[in-house]
């Protein structure tokens, strides 16, 4: 027996995006005697729980219909790293810490795993203000070492590009982005309760099939045995 571990965040009007678009999430809820309801919503396609790829931060690159949902659907390991703390750096030391730890469990990351980097960020900070400013994030050597173990996709509870925290980045700061989706190896974003789950889950982030844009909002959940 298996049970249904929801690893995404309500949004609700009012809820933030990332920094680059700074928008909220508009509802415009309509409705008709009856009762009919048939609403309107108007947000950053990067909102709370969702997929990028390569278009992201390539000009030439694969846009999100073309993505296959396998690339976000299978074998999962956690690599824990909690708890938060603010603006901390996650370089290679502290991935290869959580890994010794996952092995401790009798678990490893093997090529084609989804790795799911937990620290607890989101489930401490989802929705307030210093949630993307305050976050802990990746190192440029941190996505090496993740590209460098063949994922399948990686997940995180955090904003893990620190150049993105505050206005006047450019492109060519995202330097975590290009490492991780120019290998063609998509990121699921704004995970929530990722300390909830085991060493190795089965995990499920299916997306919308926009055509042609970088993103798509998910709704990630993880199988665990009940």
């Known amino acids: ?7 995404s965040p309500t949004v609700a009007q009012g809820f933030r995006g990332p920094p680059s678009t700074d928008a909220g999430v508009r509802f415009d809820v309509r409705t008709k005697p009856g009762y009919w309801q048939s609403s309107l919503a108007e947000l950053s396609v990067h909102t709370g729980c969702h997929v990028e790829c390569e278009l992201h931060v390539q000009e030439d690159g694969r846009a999100i219909d073309a993505l296959p949902l396998e690339r976000v659907i299978g074998s999962a390991v956690v690599l824990d790293m909690s708890p938060p703390t603010e603006l901390a750096e996650i370089g290679p030391q502290e991935l290869t810490d959580a890994a010794t730890r996952l092995a401790r469990a009798g678990e490893e990351i093997r090529p084609g795993d989804i ?19 305050r976050s802990p994030g990746l190192t440029a050597e941190a996505a090496d070492w993740l590209v460098a173990h063949r994922p399948r996709c990686v997940g995180c509870d955090f904003f893990e590009e620190p150049a993105a925290r505050e206005p006047g980045w450019e492109a060519s ?32 982030a299916p997306f919308f099939k926009f055509g042609g844009i970088e993103a798509a909002p998910a709704r990630a959940f993880a199988m665990v045995p009940a």
């Open 115 to 133: 790795v799911l980097l937990c620290t607890g960020w989101a489930d401490a900070a989802m929705g307030a203000p210093d949630y993307f400013r």
């Open 1 to 7: 027996m298996s049970r249904i571990v929801d690893l």
């Open 173 to 204: 700061d995202f330097v975590v982005h290009r490492t991780i989706l120019g290998a063609g190896v998509p990121l699921v974003e704004g995970l929530v309760g990722l300390a909830a789950l085991p060493p190795r889950c089965e995990f499920f």
